[in-house]
């Protein structure tokens, strides 16, 4: 018996494994003391909610993608103005040359005409008296009075007849000299059409290359901010612009120097197609400009309001300072205050133990002043 109670009562001894499953075993049935507890489960979420998560997740990535979008095309639109404004530039400004070259031809044409109209008048205004002269009769010749005067009247018709003969002879060189004047008049407004034919072939020889030059600069700058359809735009209209005011110029030119008309018709007619050229040219980009002054107007706005928001806000922080010193003033005015009623307090406490201290002097002083009297007796 005392062998079996030995035994029942001896400690169980296991294996360290299996010591481990059994702690592991109790802790996940939760019946080993301090075993530590699962955390309770989450529901799942329903269809619904996933449904609703879904759709307004893709409202939102649909209106990012819309606002991209926009900033993409106000992008575009902002560097199509910006690569658009030299050409409108450079458009208004050849209108205007060319209008101030047409006033300069007309003007110059009215001035020569004018010019030729006075000289032929006053070639007229010469050449009438000599042609009245040589229609003129002969003056009468008076008989002579007596026979002893015969030889003094010949000779006198002699010397009338000599003297219309010398009159004749300088109006005649009169009139070869003005016919000369004229000619040597008519070869230098040859010379002078002919010079200002050679300047006007020259001066629209510079504006087409300035022209294939400036579209050429608009053409790189439109393909380094890529966009190729402006560039094909611009390409198309340059190639569309140069061809006609070369053949222009070069028909002009070779027109010659003794047809003034022709010369001033050809450049009218390159002006013309010109101005024409730019008329079209600015209703192509009529809407892109809209748009542009759209974009400006609603940045104009928006710099309204975010001045307007920038002015309140200055505004409330001035109040707000205003506040704050009338709150540091009262502050220090109570400070001061409280400060003064507290040395008040003091010095009145202060007199108020000095009272006390005196009258308990006075007091032991009477005290003393009375062993005294008792002595003396």
Not at 32 to 55: E, F, I, N
Not at 223 to 228: D, E, K, N, R, V
Not at 362 to 374: A, R, W
Request: proline share 5%.
């Amino acid at each position: 018996r005392m062998s079996c109670a030995a035994s029942r009562c001896a400690p169980l001894r296991l294996s360290p494994p299996l010591l481990v499953l059994l702690c592991a075993a109790g802790r996940a049935s939760g019946f080993l003391v301090g075993a530590r507890r699962l955390p309770p489960r989450c529901s799942s979420p329903t269809m619904q909610l996933d449904a609703v998560g879904g759709y307004w997740d893709s409202r939102r990535a649909a209106l990012l993608r819309e606002i991209e979008r926009r900033e993409l095309e106000i992008a575009e639109l902002e560097a199509r103005e910006q690569a658009m404004m030299p050409m409108l530039g450079a458009s208004a400004d050849e209108r205007e040359r060319a209008s101030y070259a047409m006033g300069v031809a007309a003007e110059a044409r009215a001035q020569a005409a004018a010019a030729d109209e006075a000289r032929v008048a006053a070639l007229l205004a010469a050449a009438a008296p000599a042609a009245a002269v040589h229609a003129m009769p002969p003056p009468p010749i008076a008989p002579p009075p007596d026979t002893s005067a015969g030889k003094r009247g010949e000779a006198r018709v002699e010397t009338g007849s000599d003297d219309a003969d010398l009159v004749a002879s300088a109006w005649q060189r009169l009139l070869e000299q003005e016919r000369a004047a004229a000619e040597e008049a008519m070869q230098t407004l040859k010379e002078q059409h002919e010079k200002e034919l050679q300047s006007t072939a020259n001066f629209w020889l510079a504006k087409v290359q300035e022209a294939q030059q400036t579209a050429r600069k608009a053409v790189n700058t439109a393909s380094m901010q890529g966009s190729a359809q402006d560039s094909s735009v611009i390409l198309a209209t340059g190639g569309k612009f140069v061809p006609n005011h070369e053949d222009a110029i070069v028909s002009a030119a070779r027109a010659g120097v003794d047809d003034s008309e022709g010369v001033s018709t050809v450049s009218a007619e390159a002006i013309e197609t010109l101005e024409a050229e730019l008329f079209a040219l600015e209703a192509d980009y009529e809407a892109i400009s809209d748009q542009c002054e759209v974009m400006r107007e609603t940045l104009t706005v928006a710099n309204e309001r975010m001045g307007q928001m920038q002015a309140e806000l200055d505004e409330e922080v001035m109040q707000t300072e205003i506040k704050v010193q009338k709150v540091l003033a009262f502050m220090l005015a109570k400070a001061k205050a409280d400060a003064e009623a507290a040395a008040a307090a003091a010095a009145a406490k202060r007199d108020e133990e000095i009272k006390t201290l005196q009258e308990r002097i006075s007091e032991l002083e009477k005290q003393l002043e009375i062993p005294k009297t008792n002595t003396n007796k």
